[in-house]
Nanobody, 127 residues
């Protein structure tokens, strides 16, 4: 599975962005997926994820109510809709996926839980 993320850019605080992660080699409907981010000087952190069966999502507290994750099976993408962006959301965002999971309904939030990673896309939120 190969992942390619896109959609990052510069946006003012309060604005919105949609990140897209295109998967090749496997339908996204068969993948557990997540988005992580890494700010300068900080470790990569989990932001939001979706279970393999699509029935469950898990969201970092600081982005609840602002970020959503959804799959577009027709385009074979996993997308991150980000609204009401804040300067502290500034980071490189990475999509991740895994095709072999213990539970199809569980959302994995650890870096080590994912085998496939996109290249990262930079999101900069200005104040």
């Amino acid at each position: 599975v190969q992942l390619q993320a896109s959609g990052g850019g510069l946006v003012k605080a309060g604005g919105s962005l949609r990140l897209s992660c295109v998967a090749s080699g496997r339908p996204v409907s068969g993948l557990a997926a997540g988005w992580f981010r890494q700010a300068p000087g900080k470790e990569r952190e989990f932001v939001i994820g979706i279970s393999q069966n699509g029935g469950s999502t898990k969201i970092k507290d600081s982005v609840k109510g602002r970020f959503t994750i959804f799959r577009d099976n027709a385009k074979n993408t996993v997308n991150l809709q980000m609204n009401s962006l804040k300067p502290e959301d500034t980071a490189v965002y990475f999509c991740a996926a895994n095709s072999i999971v213990r539970s199809t309904g569980y959302v994995y939030n650890g870096v080590s839980n994912y085998d496939y990673w996109g290249q990262g896309t930079l999101v900069t939120v200005s104040s």
